[in-house]
């Protein structure tokens, strides 16, 4: 399957937006939304409470298809606002500072702000949270830790009840003499006992998949939690807490290892998500050991791995079953849980060296409403990110199968698709719909890879790679990361700690690899560099450039990064004066870039990575493993290999041979005969006749080429010898031009 291109192509995906969710209305707000909570009156009407950049806005939700505009409390400006409710009240902090803001909200359709409490117990607050049965208030994110407040006495006038301090609380959820905290910077999803304040004894504490527990959040019955890890490719994930003292991992989900999730809430069977560029997310978890997605609906125009963009907040708690959303830049959304319409079974198209085409394609197609039926099958695709193109399926007689195909295509091409369906009532679903690592769409390449140049850093020396700085430190190493860094701020996405392993292997190319003393950070007012040797790419198509990333680099213009081909800029750091635009790596990241622009058809290409840095807040900078450049070509034809050497020698001389444009990193062999009538080992044609005999073997050095040397028997006298070079590389064989040695 051709997944390295994929990471790249996908990032532009245009899959339906809704699968198995129904918007019922948008308002778009002005400037950027933030979190978002609920309230209902007590005479059964709903309301949203939707946190702005400078203030709070509250509407009226009881018709969801058209909500509207009861008050807005301004508020300190910021980003950072977070809600909740108890009696006939809403509790606002954020990280603009001024502490608790207390709105009356006994007339909903006209909310005022009572007063702001607080203000000598905390500066800045990241969220808060309400234990409604015991009527407290948890404010976590301050500045003094994570304050308890008593609002059942007097929800006007909060008293001060406790103070926990022993690690960094980011968000939390409390009931039932529990509180469940998602400790962000330590990567722990902890269990204390809300019941024994003033003291916070730990019941139990667990290691969350991506290491940076973003929020918590447990089941009415105390016997399931779910928690978020807010990084690209972070998962959610679902634990058995029926004995607290032994918090067991069930399961764990993601959309694909590129995008965030954000904050998770349950209600009943079912998970309900906020995941940034994604939107919103519903899963199922009936069987907690096998989470299964029940829909979604896409609110941002943002592609995945477009980072901290799109949906912040999620409220599932209305009594009707409407769904909130805060969107960051497209506001908020009220939407209705169908769940799947259509059960769809499609095997996904393969690589192929057909250019002929057609690409068959078949799907099973299951209406699941009771008396529904399916209408509609299609499959809509694009050629290199082109505009899609839609073809029809038929259905097979009566049954669930439905067949067509896509057209044939001139090599080398990249064919995104998905298949879309729709059941008699205009309800609709696709596949793929997100469940696994990387599957927003389908893609397969019609021609060939094939690998001009890979590096994994583990030779004895830099095989050709430089560099230096034009100003400051140049901190650039060739080693094993340690892991070091680390540096907890006190803002979203801004955590980060440098790799402590390889992605393969032991060794990789970055900045301050934390070996010794060192600390893991790159210096200050610094500008430096890591160049690749020149790669020969003469004879490469379409080129990519792969790697394997590990980075965490401050925002631009603070910090610069930025990857040149030939001086050329094909890549740069995102830019933003917040701290969620900073560029905080917490796995190995596969990252594609399509530098054909600049290397195809060029015999000395050299590939460089830039690291400019300010005077503060310096982070981990560059790890850099498995580089290669790769070349996306027609089907393989042969003699793709150039093989050169004499074509005459004497009995006991030596005669030395070279070969160029092998699959970098691959094997290689070179085959000898007495008849060139040609023969087809693998499935794969050469030029010589059996019988063979192998002269020599060895791995394809970096640049595809190689070397090998032979002396000549006496018995090989008169003969004339037919040679051959024969590599694998990326699942298939190459072969050379053939070469008549006459041995005189």
């Given at each position: 399957?051709?997944?390295?291109?994929?990471?790249?192509?996908?990032?532009?995906?245009?899959?339906?937006?809704?699968?198995?969710?129904?918007?019922?209305?948008?308002?778009?707000?002005?400037?950027?939304?933030?979190?978002?909570?609920?309230?209902?009156?007590p005479?059964?009407?709903?309301?949203?409470?939707v946190?702005?950049?400078?203030?709070t806005?509250?509407?009226?939700?009881?018709?969801?298809?058209?909500?509207?505009?009861?008050?807005?409390?301004?508020?300190?400006?910021?980003?950072?606002?977070?809600?909740?409710?108890?009696?006939?009240?809403?509790?606002?902090?954020?990280?603009?500072?001024?502490?608790?803001?207390?709105?009356d909200?006994?007339?909903?359709?006209?909310?005022?702000?009572?007063?702001?409490?607080?203000?000598?117990?905390?500066?800045?607050?990241?969220?808060?949270?309400?234990?409604?049965?015991?009527?407290?208030?948890w404010?976590?994110?301050?500045n003094?830790?994570?304050?308890?407040?008593?609002?059942?006495?007097?929800?006007?006038?909060?008293?001060?009840?406790?103070?926990?301090?022993?690690?960094?609380?980011?968000?939390?959820?409390?009931?039932?003499?529990?509180?469940?905290?998602?400790?962000?910077?330590?990567?722990?999803?902890?269990?204390?006992?809300?019941?024994?304040?003033?003291?916070?004894?730990?019941?139990?504490?667990?290691?969350?998949?991506?290491?940076?527990?973003?929020?918590?959040?447990?089941?009415?019955?105390n016997?399931?939690?779910?928690?978020?890890?807010?990084?690209?490719?972070?998962?959610?994930?679902?634990?058995?807490?029926?004995?607290?003292?032994?918090?067991?991992?069930?399961?764990?989900?993601?959309?694909?290892?590129r995008?965030i999730?954000?904050?998770?809430?349950?209600?009943?069977?079912?998970?309900?998500?906020?995941?940034?560029?994604?939107?919103?997310?519903c899963?199922?978890?009936?069987?907690?050991?096998?989470?299964?997605?029940?829909?979604?609906?896409d609110?941002?125009?943002?592609?995945?791995?477009?980072?901290?963009?799109?949906?912040?907040?999620?409220?599932?708690?209305?009594?009707?079953?409407?769904?909130?959303?805060?969107?960051?830049?497209?506001?908020?959304?009220?939407?209705?849980?169908?769940?799947?319409?259509?059960?769809?079974?499609?095997?996904?198209?393969?690589?192929?060296?057909?250019?002929?085409?057609?690409?068959?394609?078949?799907?099973?197609?299951?209406?699941?409403?009771?008396?529904?039926?399916?209408?509609?099958?299609?499959?809509?695709?694009?050629?290199?990110?082109?505009?899609?193109?839609?073809?029809?399926?038929?259905?097979?007689g009566?049954s669930?199968?439905?067949?067509?195909?896509?057209?044939?295509?001139?090599?080398?091409?990249?064919?995104?698709?998905?298949?879309?369906?729709?059941?008699?009532?205009?309800?609709?679903?696709?596949?793929?719909?997100?469940?696994?690592?990387?599957?927003?769409?389908?893609?397969?390449?019609?021609?060939?890879?094939?690998?001009?140049?890979?590096?994994?850093?583990?030779?004895?020396?830099?095989?050709?790679?430089?560099?230096?700085?034009?100003?400051?430190?140049?901190?650039?190493?060739?080693?094993?990361?340690?892991?070091?860094?680390g540096?907890?701020?006190?803002?979203?996405?801004?955590?980060?700690?440098?790799?402590?392993?390889?992605?393969?292997?032991?060794?990789?190319?970055?900045?301050?690899?934390?070996?010794?003393?060192?600390?893991?950070?790159?210096?200050?007012?610094?500008?430096?560099?890591?160049?690749?040797?020149?790669?020969?790419c003469s004879?490469?198509?379409?080129t990519?450039?792969?790697?394997?990333?590990?980075?965490?680099?401050?925002?631009?213009?603070?910090?610069?990064?930025?990857?040149?081909?030939?001086?050329?800029?094909?890549?740069?750091?995102?830019?933003?004066?917040?701290?969620?635009?900073?560029?905080?790596?917490?796995?190995?990241?596969?990252?594609?870039?399509?530098?054909?622009?600049?290397?195809?058809?060029?015999?000395?290409?050299?590939?460089?990575?830039?690291?400019?840095?300010?005077?503060?807040?310096?982070?981990?900078?560059?790890?850099?493993?498995?580089?290669?450049?790769?070349?996306?070509?027609?089907?393989?034809?042969?003699?793709?290999?150039?093989?050169?050497?004499?074509?005459?020698?004497?009995?006991?001389?030596?005669?030395?041979?070279?070969?160029?444009?092998?699959?970098?990193?691959?094997?290689?062999?070179?085959?000898?005969?007495?008849?060139?009538?040609?023969?087809?080992?693998?499935?794969?044609?050469?030029?010589?006749?059996?019988?063979?005999?192998?002269i020599?073997?060895?791995?394809?050095?970096?640049?595809?080429?190689?070397?090998f040397?032979?002396?000549?028997?006496?018995?090989?006298?008169?003969?004339?010898?037919?040679?051959?070079?024969?590599?694998?590389?990326?699942?298939?064989?190459?072969?050379?031009?053939?070469?008549?040695?006459?041995?005189?």
């Amino acid at each position: 399957m051709f997944t390295p291109l994929a990471l790249l192509l996908l990032a532009l995906p245009a899959a339906p937006q809704a699968d198995g969710v129904t918007l019922l209305s948008k308002v778009q707000i002005s400037g950027q939304c933030n979190d978002i909570w609920g309230y209902t009156a007590p005479d059964g009407r709903e309301y949203a409470i939707v946190g702005t950049a400078g203030g709070t806005k509250f509407f009226n939700c009881t018709d969801p298809t058209a909500p509207y505009l009861t008050g807005t409390i301004p508020g300190p400006g910021s980003i950072w606002r977070d809600m909740k409710t108890y009696d006939q009240y809403a509790y606002i902090v954020t990280e603009g500072g001024g502490g608790m803001q207390i709105i009356d909200l006994n007339d909903p359709e006209n909310p005022f702000l009572l007063k702001t409490w607080g203000t000598t117990r905390w500066d800045n607050a990241h969220n808060i949270a309400c234990d409604e049965a015991e009527g407290k208030l948890w404010v976590c994110g301050t500045n003094n830790g994570t304050l308890v407040m008593d609002v059942a006495t007097d929800p006007e006038n909060p008293t001060w009840v406790a103070t926990y301090n022993n690690n960094y609380v980011h968000d939390l959820h409390v009931q039932d003499g529990l509180a469940h905290l998602g400790e962000i910077y330590g990567g722990d999803y902890r269990i204390v006992r809300s019941d024994r304040l003033p003291q916070f004894p730990t019941k139990d504490k667990i290691q969350t998949p991506g290491d940076f527990t973003h929020n918590a959040w447990a089941n009415e019955s105390n016997t399931l939690c779910m928690t978020t890890d807010e990084v690209g490719g972070g998962r959610v994930a679902l634990y058995d807490i029926s004995n607290p003292s032994n918090i067991q991992f069930k399961d764990s989900w993601t959309i694909d290892n590129r995008t965030i999730p954000h904050n998770v809430f349950i209600k009943g069977d079912r998970a309900y998500i906020s995941w940034y560029t994604e939107g919103f997310v519903c899963l199922d978890i009936s069987d907690p050991s096998n989470i299964k997605k029940v829909g979604s609906y896409d609110t941002s125009p943002y592609g995945p791995g477009s980072g901290y963009h799109g949906a912040w907040g999620c409220y599932p708690f209305a009594p009707s079953g409407t769904i909130y959303i805060s969107d960051m830049e497209e506001g908020f959304h009220c939407l209705r849980v169908d769940g799947p319409s259509i059960e769809l079974d499609h095997t996904p198209l393969l690589d192929t060296q057909d250019e002929a085409g057609p690409y068959p394609v078949t799907v099973t197609a299951t209406a699941l409403r009771a008396g529904a039926s399916v209408a509609s099958v299609e499959a809509w695709y694009r050629i290199d990110s082109g505009s899609w193109q839609v073809e029809g399926l038929q259905q097979q007689g009566t049954s669930d199968t439905w067949s067509g195909s896509l057209p044939g295509q001139v090599a080398p091409t990249i064919v995104d698709y998905y298949i879309y369906a729709k059941d008699d009532s205009g309800r609709a679903q696709w596949s793929p719909g997100g469940s696994n690592a990387g599957d927003l769409v389908y893609s397969f390449l019609v021609g060939r890879e094939r690998l001009v140049y890979f590096n994994d850093f583990e030779g004895q020396g830099d095989e050709g790679w430089t560099h230096g700085m034009s100003a400051g430190t140049d901190d650039w190493e060739r080693d094993a990361p340690q892991g070091k860094g680390g540096e907890a701020f006190r803002h979203e996405g801004t955590v980060w700690q440098d790799p402590d392993v390889a992605y393969s292997g032991s060794k990789v190319w970055g900045n301050n690899l934390g070996l010794g003393n060192e600390t893991g950070i790159y210096g200050r007012n610094s500008s430096t560099w890591l160049s690749s040797p020149s790669i020969d790419c003469s004879q490469s198509t379409r080129t990519i450039l792969q790697f394997r990333r590990w980075a965490s680099i401050e925002a631009a213009p603070y910090d610069r990064a930025r990857i040149r081909v030939n001086g050329n800029v094909v890549w740069e750091n995102p830019q933003g004066w917040i701290e969620v635009f900073h560029l905080v790596d917490n796995t190995w990241f596969p990252q594609s870039i399509d530098v054909s622009q600049y290397a195809d058809g060029n015999a000395s290409v050299v590939v460089t990575f830039e690291l400019e840095t300010d005077d503060a807040m310096e982070l981990g900078g560059w790890a850099i493993d498995d580089f290669s450049l790769v070349s996306l070509e027609s089907a393989n034809t042969g003699n793709d290999i150039l093989l050169t050497g004499p074509s005459s020698g004497s009995i006991g001389s030596t005669v030395a041979y070279h070969f160029s444009g092998a699959p970098a990193g691959g094997n290689w062999w070179a085959a000898g005969s007495l008849s060139n009538g040609g023969t087809s080992v693998g499935g794969h044609d050469f030029d010589l006749g059996r019988p063979y005999f192998v002269i020599d073997t060895g791995q394809v050095n970096s640049f595809g080429n190689g070397d090998f040397q032979a002396v000549l028997p006496p018995k090989a006298s008169g003969l004339t010898i037919y040679l051959e070079i024969a590599a694998s590389g990326l699942g298939e064989l190459f072969d050379s031009n053939m070469l008549g040695l006459v041995v005189q």
